[in-house]
C-alpha cells in the first residue's frame, strides 16, 4: 500500500503538466492510466481543447453547450493511437 501511495505521489509530481482530469485524484488516474500511450501529447491536447471550450462556455464565449463540447472531446481522445481511450 505504501508503495501505491509513494508511486502515485510520484507520477503527480512528474505529471504537472498533465490537464486531463477535474482535480488531483482523477487527474493522477487519468495520468496513470495513460502511461501505456504512445500519444501522450495527443491525449492532453485533447484534455486542454476541451477546459478551454468549457472556460468559454462558462464565460458565455461561445456558442457550444457543454454536451457539444464533450463530444468533440470524445472524438478527439476517439482518434488517439491508445486502445484504452477513455469512452462516456
Same mark, same amino acid.
Given at each position: 500500500?505504501?508503495?501505491?501511495?509513494?508511486?502515485? %505521489? &510520484?507520477?503527480?509530481? /512528474?505529471?504537472?503538466?498533465?490537464?486531463?482530469?477535474?482535480?488531483? =485524484?482523477? &487527474?493522477?488516474?487519468? $495520468? /496513470?492510466?495513460? %502511461?501505456?500511450? &504512445?500519444?501522450?501529447? $495527443? /491525449?492532453?491536447?485533447?484534455?486542454?481543447?476541451?477546459?478551454?471550450?468549457?472556460?468559454?462556455?462558462?464565460?458565455?464565449?461561445? *456558442? *457550444?453547450? &457543454?454536451?457539444?463540447?464533450? $463530444?468533440?472531446?470524445?472524438?478527439?481522445?476517439?482518434?488517439?493511437?491508445?486502445?484504452?481511450? =477513455?469512452?462516456?
Amino acid at each position: 500500500m505504501k508503495i501505491c501511495v509513494l508511486l502515485l %505521489l &510520484t507520477h503527480c509530481a /512528474i505529471a504537472a503538466e498533465w490537464q486531463c482530469g477535474s482535480g488531483r =485524484f482523477s &487527474t493522477a488516474v487519468a $495520468y /496513470i492510466l495513460s %502511461l501505456p500511450a &504512445t500519444d501522450r501529447d $495527443y /491525449i492532453n491536447s485533447c484534455c486542454k481543447a476541451h477546459d478551454q471550450q468549457y472556460d468559454l462556455i462558462q464565460n458565455r464565449s461561445s *456558442l *457550444l453547450t &457543454t454536451q457539444e463540447s464533450d $463530444y468533440i472531446f470524445k472524438e478527439c481522445l476517439a482518434q488517439s493511437n491508445f486502445g484504452l481511450v =477513455f469512452q462516456f
